[in-house]
Structure formats: C-alpha cells, structure tokens
C-alpha cells in the first residue's frame, strides 16, 4: 500500500526537509503520496509535484491549517490515513508536533526521528542524545514516523505528479493561533546549509556573536549555529541552537567556535563531514570529534579566519 | 485548577552512556539516575502557577519501578503537594503511558498538564501529544512561556524559524522547552517535609492499560564512532588544509 508523506513548507515553497524525508520514504518502498496542508499552498503544492519518486500530490487548502496547528492538522492526516501503510514526515518542530498526535489517534506508537530504513517495518534511530543507536521493529498495522533528514540525501526533481484537492475536517476549536515571530535572513536554513559556523558561551554577549559569528558566516555562504549557553544567555535566537534539543544538522563543515563540546551539542553535529574547533582550552572535549582544532582565542582567529578566505 | 505533571525517572544527562557488549541494551546498572530535565522544568512552571494563584494543587505522577518514587518525592520536595506511582517493572512506551495519564487525568479531572517535550533517555518527543490526542484536548508543544487565563492559555512555543504564540482552551497540555524556567532546587527541609507527603500507588491494570510493547528492539549498538584528527598551528594551516585535505572550501 501506498506511503503519506507530511510536506515541510510555507505554503508558497516548499522546504527541502520534505525532500530528504521522501528518499527515506522511498528506500520503505510503495507509491509516496505527499499532503500539503496550508492555506494559499499551490505553491508548495506545485514544487512537491516536480519531486523524483512522488506518484500524487494532495493539497489540502483551508484558513484552518494556515498556521499549522496540530488539532485541525491531525484530523486531516487521520481522515485520509485509511489509505496507507505508512505517515511518514521529516522531524521538523511542526511535525515533531503533530505527528504523535496522529499516532495515537490511530493507536500506534511512533517511530521517532529515524536514521536509516532496514525495511518496510524495521529502522535506526538514535536514543540517548545519539549515544546509541536502536534498531527497532514496528508490530503495528500502520507506521508513524518522522525521520532525521539530517541522516538522507534530498531526493531529486524530474517528477511530474497530479495534484489532487482533499478537504480538511470540521476544526474542533480546540486551539487559536495568535501571532509569529519568525526570523527571516538571508543566509541558509541550518537544517540545509552546506556550512555550519557555530558559536557558544564563549562570545560573551550578543553584540560581540554578531561582531564576531556574521561575518565569517555571511563571507562563507554559512547558516549560523550556537550552542544552548550561548542561546540561553540571549547572544543567539533560539531557533538557532544545535544538538539534542535543538537542530540536528550534518553539513560538509561545522565550525564550532568557543563551544566546550558537551554531549548534548555534539548530538546534533557530529555527523558533519568535516568539523573545525576553535576553543582556548586544548583539553576541550569539542576536539575528540574534530577533524581540525586550533587551539586559541576566538576573538582572536576569527577574524584572522575570515581575513585569510 | 489542579495541575498534573508527569515526570520521568531517566538516566541522569551527565551520565556517559555505554552500550551492552551483547548489544540488548543500553548499561542502567549502578548508574546515577534523575528526574528528566525537561520534566523538572514542568514542575517548577506548575509550581509558579501555583505561587500566582492560578492553581490549587500540583499533581506529580510517574509510571516505572519501585525507584521511581525517589523522582517522585523530588518533585514533593521542590513543592508538589502529592504523589502518584504508577508501578511497573516492564519498560513501558510513550502510548501505553499516554494510555495510563489519561486514565489518571479522567480520574483527577486537572485544569492542566504540563510535562516535559522529550524525555531524554528515549528521545522520543510524543508523549505529551498523545495524551492531548487520546483526551480530545488542546495541545501546546515546546513552550518557552505560559500564560493562564479565563478557561485558556496563551503559549509561546519554540519553532523552526522563531516562536509562535497559540491559545489553547483549558484543560490542555503543554510540553516544555529548556528555556522556559529555570528549576529551583529543594531545600533540605523541603526534602524532610517531602518524605511525609501522601504518594498513591497504583497499577498499569488499575487503568486497563494493555503495556505490550509496539516496538520490539532487535538490537542496541555504539553509534559510528568519530576519530579526533589533527591540531593546527594557525589559521593558514586550517585554511589549506580544508582546500586540499578536506576539499570542503
Ligand atoms: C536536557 C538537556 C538538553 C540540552 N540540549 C542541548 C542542545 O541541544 N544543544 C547544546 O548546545 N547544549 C544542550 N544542552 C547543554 C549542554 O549540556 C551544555 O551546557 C552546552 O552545550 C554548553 O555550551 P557551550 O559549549 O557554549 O558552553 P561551555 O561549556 O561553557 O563552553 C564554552 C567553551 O568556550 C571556550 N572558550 C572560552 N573563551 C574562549 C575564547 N576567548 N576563545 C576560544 N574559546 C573560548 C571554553 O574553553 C569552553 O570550552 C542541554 C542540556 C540538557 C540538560
Ligand atoms: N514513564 C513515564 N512516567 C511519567 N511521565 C512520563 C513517562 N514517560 C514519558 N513521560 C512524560 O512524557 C514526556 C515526553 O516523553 P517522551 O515522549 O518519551 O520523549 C516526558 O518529559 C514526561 O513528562
């Protein structure tokens, strides 16, 4: 039977988490049928079309699923899961959001963040901020789960799928949106980013992360990180944080800035190709896992990094 | 109102994790153990609400072993009036536990439940979802800031880009990010008047709740390990070496 994938999006593109997310649900195997659910999602829609591998597009267009609330969201899912196998999503904040609403709606347990797909019911995942890997295998009729696009190629374009109009349920009321505060920039999302400058406690206030973080960042065509301290000291926006509760990224280069290495944060970057630490102290477990180290003063060095470029 | 939070006994997160030479499993013995993170957070916001006036009771539960008291009684301690064990050697999963919640929640009938957004020995990140899901409840996931009103409540959540602002009607459960508070710590006082608060024990079968696992684990392994490399002299060095050794400039 066929396989639902959640689409990623803002209504007019779509995000290329939902492309990762596709090539795991591809290796389950079946026909992939992606739902985007928005408001004013043609867009979206349209780009989910062109993806290699998708056989239909369904495009669910209601003021109720404008800002991604889990109720009205999870009573679309649930509406037309009667069709498929498997609800898969990659494991964004609106996902890891609604999804486990959607499984137990259907009485099934979900399968959190996989790594790596070993069958149709069978797969990886990560427990213990990474420190293990589980290989678990799902007794349930149907499968949720939500994958770690960080461990999966995004799939290609060249697809040419119909797209198809499903309605939403009648909203339930349990839940209003009030307002946003999404950062908009111009420099790459961290979950896509080929290069990772990351910044911790280190900085020592917000002024000197930009001083300092930016412009290396802006001169390599980097998305900026930072570790927890350094977010929940203010010097960095939240959405900004890498590791076990924060983002899971695996760019080609990471490079971690004044960041001690705690095992939260290399949870969520120590499957970078390539990762650079710049920490004074050379006892810093942050260079266990990095494939270059330079010992020194950051304030000092990257400058000096982002002059030598 | 009464709030209820659930709250996970986990292995304690300064703990180095080993896996199982036989790969059945992750080493628990002689291991410290802790109340989740993220779950000390829950209490410290139910008891803030409490100090407000905007609640009555808090409610601490928790479903595992015996042990599970001791995470039980450092909630008691830092202020929770009263306890529920639910008892259980059986490892049980994020639905079944949901199952177990929403039986305690139809029984004790809270304004609210907050817990944590992810436990973190399982990493799961569904626990809280499925309760609000199985209660046919509102739902207001990673908060970073709760505020109570007439019969709703307006949550700051932690998303992709930024935060959102939702406004759930009450009762409803909200799961907790890092930054929402800080947890306080008990006092030893506290933690003498904590061991005579009333803590209620009860079974899984009190709540009809089948804890059969969905999920059978095949097997535990290391993850792909991750030599330390080299360390530079100076920027020039790293800087070459990332053209031609690593090739990612
Ligand atoms: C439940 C839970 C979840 C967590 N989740 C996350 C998570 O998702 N992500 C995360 O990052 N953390 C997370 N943490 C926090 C984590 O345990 C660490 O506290 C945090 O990562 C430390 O951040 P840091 O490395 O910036 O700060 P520190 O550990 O204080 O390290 C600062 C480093 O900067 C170096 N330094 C200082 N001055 C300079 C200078 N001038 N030049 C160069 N180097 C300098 C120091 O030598 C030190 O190594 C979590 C913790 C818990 C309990
Ligand atoms: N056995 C348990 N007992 C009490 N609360 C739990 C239990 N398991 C999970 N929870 C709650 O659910 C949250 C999310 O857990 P999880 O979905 O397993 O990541 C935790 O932070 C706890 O608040």
Redesign the interface.
């Known amino acids: 039977m066929a396989i639902l994938l959640l689409a990623e999006h803002d209504n007019s593109t779509l995000s290329d988490q939902t492309a990762k997310a596709l090539t795991a649900a591809k290796s389950i195997g079946g026909d992939v049928h992606v739902l985007v659910a928005g408001s004013g999602a043609q867009g979206a829609a349209d780009a989910a079309a062109k993806l290699d591998g998708v056989a239909k597009v369904l495009l669910a267009d209601s003021g109720d699923l404008a ?1 991604g ?3 009205p969201l ?1 009573d679309l899912i649930v509406s037309i899961a009667g069709d498929y196998d498997t609800l898969i999503a990659p494991a ?3 996902a ?10 259907l ?7 996989i790594t790596e797909v070993i069958s149709a019911d ?1 797969f990886k995942r ?15 009729a149907k499968k949720v789960i939500t994958v770690r696009t960080a461990a999966f190629q995004a799939a290609g374009e060249g697809g040419s799928a119909s797209v198809e109009t499903v309605s939403a349920p009648p909203k ?13 920039s111009e420099r790459p999302e961290l979950t896509s980013a080929k ?1 990772i400058v990351s910044g911790g406690r280190a900085l020592g206030s917000a002024e000197k992360f930009k001083e300092v973080i930016l412009p290396l960042a802006d001169k ?1 065509g980097a998305a900026v990180g930072a570790s ?1 301290a350094a ?2 000291a203010g010097y960095a ?3 900004w944080q890498v590791g ?2 924060g ?1 899971v990224v695996a760019p ?2 990471y490079i971690a800035a004044g960041i001690s290495g705690a ?2 944060h290399l949870a969520g970057m ?1 499957d970078s ?4 630490a710049i920490n004074k102290d ?1 006892e810093a477990p942050i ?9 020194g003063d950051l304030f000092e ?1 990257l400058p ?2 982002q002059k ?2 | 109102m009464k709030i209820l939070v659930p709250v996970k006994r986990v292995v304690d997160y300064n703990v180095k994790i080993r896996v199982k030479p036989d790969g059945t499993g992750v080493e628990l013995a002689n291991v410290k153990m802790s109340m989740n993170p993220f779950d000390e957070i829950a209490v410290e916001e139910a008891l803030r609400l409490k100090e407000a006036g905007k609640a009555e009771e808090v409610i601490v539960v928790s479903i595992g072993p015996a042990k599970a008291e001791e995470t039980l009684r450092t909630g008691l301690a830092m202020g929770a009036d009263r306890a529920i064990l639910v008892e259980t050697d059986q490892p049980v999963e994020p639905l079944a536990v949901a199952k177990i919640l929403k039986g305690i929640a139809e029984a004790e009938a809270p304004g609210l439940v907050i817990m944590g957004k992810q436990a973190i020995d399982d990493d799961s990140n569904q626990t809280g979802q499925m309760l609000a899901a199985l209660l046919n409840w509102g739902q207001a996931t990673f908060a970073s800031k709760v505020e109570i009103g007439e019969g709703s409540a307006k949550v700051t959540r932690e998303v992709d880009g930024g935060l959102q602002t939702v406004e759930v009607k009450l009762p409803a459960i909200v799961t907790t990010d890092l930054r929402l508070n800080e947890p306080r710590y008990a006092s030893l006082p506290n933690i003498m008047k904590a061991k005579k608060k009333p803590l209620d024990k009860k079974t899984p079968a009190d709540f009809g709740v089948d804890t059969t696992a969905r999920l059978t684990v095949l097997k535990t392994e290391e993850p792909g390990g991750r030599k330390a490399g080299i360390k530079v002299a100076s920027v020039a060095e790293l800087v070459e070496k990332l053209k031609t050794e690593a090739g990612v400039l």
Not at chain 1, 273 to 276: C, P
């Open positions: 800002n609330l889990a109720e999870a964004t904040a609106s890891k959001n609604v999804m486990p609403r959607v499984a137990a709606l009485d099934v347990m979900q399968i959190s963040e069978t990560p427990i213990y901020a990474g420190n293990a890997i589980q290989t678990v295998q799902s007794t349930d339930a009321g349990l839940s209003s949106f009030v307002s946003d505060a999404i950062a908009s290069i390599l927890r977010v929940d926006p939240n959405d076990q509760t983002k080609d280069l095992i939260q120590k190709k390539v990762i650079v050379e260079f266990q896992v990095a494939d270059y180290g330079l010992v060095l000096e990094l030598a470029l």
